[in-house]
């Protein structure tokens, strides 16, 4: 098989790419072994959330630019024109790179009747499953409605499903109430209620994704919503843990004119519907764009001196060798298989790159172990979740001498090192920015 561009993930950073070098009408493939870390996330776009990692971000480009000045080895900074670019020169260009890149990312999901909500230039403050918040760039519609600063003077009903055990809203709202003041928002009440979706009642495992898929059927949404209907009171705000698969955005508001209250969608556990619903979207996104997107596609490793020329992948019982002419390593972390556990060491898994700590450790001969703190939640985060590759500022995976190791082959995502995507809230945003930029090169 041959291809102009070969992709090797199908996450946010992967299929961003594959899009974008898709637009120069170059045949691009999109491969991957399972169903990859983006299902696995909140389905919202984090960009910059926290910096240093205990100050909360009002804006991401407020982020962006600190993180590009301050952090040499990050991939914004990288992107903003690396150690060699001067500081606020560096910002600039970064904030510049990542707003394009979203700007891309919105109007390709709008495409496929996604709606991502927000701005680079106000994080949006979105409640979860345990009651706590996360600031985000964008969310879907489904969640844009439920900032936490709306709730300001007025009521919130956080509203489970029994049988569910994922979410408990009298847990969440206690903690919401605690917790809002601290941010100067202050609700006149938050309290919670349980409702049943029919045909589930009577158990006590019932999963997040058959909520959602039930809500998709017209009657047991107006059952739903003549159940919301006796519980939401006086109260302005009600938070659904799901609004459904196929219809979220049209569900919502059916919910809302059945309530005329304002109905919103809690950022869930992993793996969550909105997740899901992310992935969908991106695949219908990518093929549109004429990518071919391949699950189930291993890829085992790779055939170079200093390009790469093919790569050697498992399809079901078969192995195969895919040629192109460039290649994009979107592969992402450990959750997404790019990164590997090894006799007890770190390693790249199909080109045996090295792999470098935050702060430009090479970690060849560095147990994992050290890269663990004993704490569960240490400050900063473990160091494990910020190691992986190092690029240029093209974006092309470096050796240990420091040099592009094939001119032919391009990164993006959580392959790369220098950030923590856990502790800053950023990996959307690095995935997208460095998605949609390796795509440009790989295209030029």
Known sequence: ????????????????????????????????????????????????????????????????????????????????????????????????????????????????????????????????????????????????????????????????????PDYDPKFCAQSLWDILPRLGIKPKSVSHAYIDVPSLGGRGDILAIEIARKMDDPEVLENIGQSLQKVVGSAEHLAIPTCGVESPEENIKTLAEATGANVFEVASFPPSVPGYRLVKSLEKWAQKSGVSVRRGYKVLGANFDKNVKSLRVEIGRKIVEIEADVYILASGGFLGGGLKEEKDFIRESIFNLPVYSSDGVNLEEVYLEKLLSRKVFPKGGHQLFSCGILVDENLQPLSEKGEPVHSNLYAAGSILSGYNYMAEKSGMGVAIATGYLAGLKASS
């Open 1 to 164: 098989m041959k291809v102009d561009v070969f992709v090797i993930g199908a996450g946010v950073a992967g299929l961003t790419a594959a899009v974008k070098a898709a637009e120069k009408g170059l045949k691009v493939l999109a491969a991957e072994k399972g169903s990859g870390a983006t299902i696995q996330s909140s389905g919202v776009i984090d960009v910059a959330g926290y910096f240093p990692p205990n100050h909360l971000l009002a804006s991401a480009s407020e982020g962006v630019r600190t993180i590009a000045e301050k952090v040499k080895n990050h991939p914004y900074s990288i992107i903003g024109g690396g150690k060699k670019a001067e500081p606020e020169r560096r910002g600039q260009e970064s904030e510049r790179k990542v707003r394009r890149a979203l700007e891309f990312f919105v109007e390709g999901m709008k495409s496929v009747g996604a709606n991502f909500m927000g701005s680079l230039d106000e994080n949006v403050l979105v409640t979860n499953f345990v009651g706590t918040f996360k600031p985000t760039c964008l969310c879907p519609f489904t969640m844009y409605n439920g900032d936490l600063r709306r709730l300001d003077g007025s009521s919130l009903v956080l509203v489970g499903v029994k049988g569910f």
